[in-house]
């Protein structure tokens, strides 16, 4: 009895903006947004063939450091590159060690994800 992943969830405060974000990040177009019983907004982005992402709206603030999070590659920028367009859209840099091909970076609402050099 298997199972598929139908999309990553990431918590935010604020799904229309976090949405955006991550929208301008990786050039997903929404796919759709929904409100559940509350009268919350989740918004979810995706292209077909790939796992959507979906922003859930909750009350609680980030604690710690994800369990779970995103790497990504840039297509058309070198990773430096993309980097400084991460940082426009409202991003920080957390660590950038040159000893290590990734950088930790911080979403808007503070949650971590990668950038890795470009690939093929």
Not at 35 to 63: A, C, S, W
Not at 89 to 107: I, K, Q, S
């Amino acid at each position: 009895m298997n199972a598929r992943i139908i999309a990553v969830t990431v918590d935010c405060h604020d799904a229309e903006q976090l949405a955006d974000f991550w929208g301008r990040t990786l050039g997903y177009p929404q796919i759709q947004r929904w409100q559940d019983g509350h009268g919350l907004t989740y918004v979810e982005l995706g292209r077909d063939g790939e796992v959507p992402l979906l922003f859930q709206p909750v009350g609680e603030n980030k604690q710690v450091k994800n369990r779970v999070h995103i790497d990504i590659a840039p297509t058309e920028l070198d990773q430096d590159a993309k980097i400084e367009r991460l940082v426009a859209l409202g991003a920080r840099v957390l660590t950038d060690d040159p000893a290590e091909r990734f950088t930790v970076l911080a979403d808007p609402e503070g949650n971590e994800f990668c950038v890795l050099p470009q690939r093929g």
